[in-house]
């Protein structure tokens, strides 16, 4: 993922180096090579480049070539996203000429490996409540079809109970329906409660995996990271759980 990337490439707070990008590249299953190009080169070259660029603001950048788009530079900026850029002025960012050519070689995971281990991973972690997430369905399931109930009886009701003045059934329906919704109401607790049960543990299983994994760290993971990486890193355990 994006910190086994930054790792390899040895990102810090100050950013990193067309070094180190070179070394994530070939640790990551690319064949990489530093180059200095132009404009004319670049366009030639037609595939996918990491250039070394200079905002406007004077700080030094990275962002990816793709190749033209409309007569223009397709580039994947970190911090903005894809976007297309006159020639001109992408010749005007890239003062240092200086870029990283990518191809990837037999070494590299394919993004369908790479989502057949984010499934893995996903199964691995809900397993534990297999059981409580299938109950909680099946009662779900079951407060659904109780719930129609009501409407099956409002039908009945008004097409034959009514017409026919059959108050012996119309009483006997009532206690029916009243039976069915109490169940109802007992199966919708109960689902409740186990929902309840599976978020509990969940939250605290996510949580302490999350704190072992970050307590076995390495001192310089913490030294490259700001508070705020931490503390989303956190968030996102929440956002799993609503996931799930």
Known sequence: GLEVLRERSGTNKQGTTLLGLWQAAQETGFTAEGCQADITALREHGKPTILHIELPNKLQHYIIYYGEKKGKALVG???????TLAFEDLDLLWKSKKCLTLEPN???ENLKKLGNEKKTWLKQLIIDDMQLL????FLGL???LLGLSAALFNQVLIDKILPDNNFEKLYQGIWMLTTLLLVQVVFRFLRGWLLTQQQKMFQIRIVSSFFERLLALPKTFFDTRKKGDLIARLNDTARIQNFI
């Open 77 to 83: 900026d970190p911090g903005k996203g894809m976007e």
């Open 106 to 108: 037999e070494t590299f």
């Open 134 to 137: 299938v109950s909680s369905t």
């Open 142 to 144: 079951l407060v659904a």
